[in-house]
Every structure is written in C-alpha cells, then in structure tokens.
C-alpha cells in the first residue's frame, strides 16, 4: 500500500504561480512513475505532468512551458511548479503514484485525495 500526501493548493490570480507538493509513503519500489492528474467540474480526469523514477518527464501539451515537474527520490516527494495560470487551469489536482513494470508497462496505481486549484480572472 502507498499513501500520498499532497499539498500547496489555493486561490491564485491569473498569471500567478503556485507549486504543489506530493509526498508517498508505504511500499515504495525503486521503479515508479509519479505525476499529477487534474480534473474540472464536468470534465474527465487528465494527465498534467509525470515523472518517472529515472527521470523522464511527459507533461500535457495544455501545460508545456508553464509547468515543471521535479523529484525528490530520497524523500520519494514531487513537485509541481506551475507558472502563468489561466483559468483552465482551474481544477482539483491528484496526485498519482504508479508502479513501472515495463518500458511501457505500468502496474498498481495510488491517488491521493486531491487539493484544488483555483485561478480567478
């Protein structure tokens, strides 16, 4: 079992930055991926950003530019600093820890509990 903590959700204007946090605990293997995932009101769940336990990086196309993902493998935490907010961006953001079995491979999946963002105009 794997139990993520997120924080650094709130209210922020357009064009501000925020940066949220995401710690696991528990069962932790060596090969993971962890990411965020977001969902609005009435829309689908969707992929922000992921980074896996070598390094590699995907983020959204909606984010490229303005978000960076980063990792703490020693505190197994990631981060995610977002930049230029727009009100799209509004959403309860998820944190998300998988297990890597495979190149493309992907094993248990963990979510935390969500934080929201929201982005006032």
């Known amino acids: 079992q794997v139990k993520l903590m997120e924080s650094g959700g709130g209210l922020v204007q357009v064009g501000g930055s925020l940066r949220l946090s995401c710690a696991a605990s528990?069962?932790?293997?060596?090969?993971?991926?962890m990411g965020w995932y977001r969902q609005a009101p009435g829309k689908q769940r969707e992929l922000v950003a992921e980074?896996?336990?070598?390094?590699?990086?995907n983020y959204a196309d909606s984010v490229k530019g303005r978000f960076t993902i980063s990792r703490d493998t020693a505190k197994n935490t990631v981060y995610l600093q977002m930049h230029s907010l727009k009100p799209e961006d509004t959403a309860v953001y998820y944190c998300?820890?998988?297990?890597?079995?495979?190149?493309?491979?992907?094993?248990?999946?963990?979510w935390g509990q969500g934080t929201q963002v929201t982005v006032s105009s």
């Open positions: 528990g069962s932790i293997v060596s090969s993971n991926a």
């Open positions: 998300n820890y998988q297990v890597v079995l495979g190149p493309t491979v992907r094993g248990r999946m963990y």
């Open positions: 980074i896996t336990s070598g390094g590699i990086t």
